[in-house]
């Protein structure tokens, strides 16, 4: 049987590979990715403690399922506007990469 500790280490090493990405890459595209991975991981954790705590009924509590949905809709904002960012930088600078981009002035 699959227990909270599982669910609990999957998320962490998601959450590691996902600050990992955006330590280490430059690419502002790999990034964003990378912060997504984080969201998701975060989310995981969420859904995981929310499966294993169970009310007095016997159900589990679903209030934290109603709140990762919150994060995922703000998550898929969150890239629409980082994608027109990187593609407003783009044309601008002809390069995604973090080094290149010194500021936001165009």
Known sequence: MITLGDYLIVSGILFVIGFAGVMLRRNLIIILMSLELML???????????????????????DVQVF???????????????????????RARQTTDVKDISSLKF
């Open 40 to 62: 998701n991981a975060a989310n995981l954790s969420l859904v995981a403690f929310s499966r294993f705590r169970v009310d007095s009924t016997g159900l589990p509590n679903y």
């Open 68 to 90: 990762v949905f919150f994060i995922i809709t703000v998550a898929a904002a969150e890239v629409a506007v980082g994608l027109a960012i990187i593609v407003a930088l783009y």
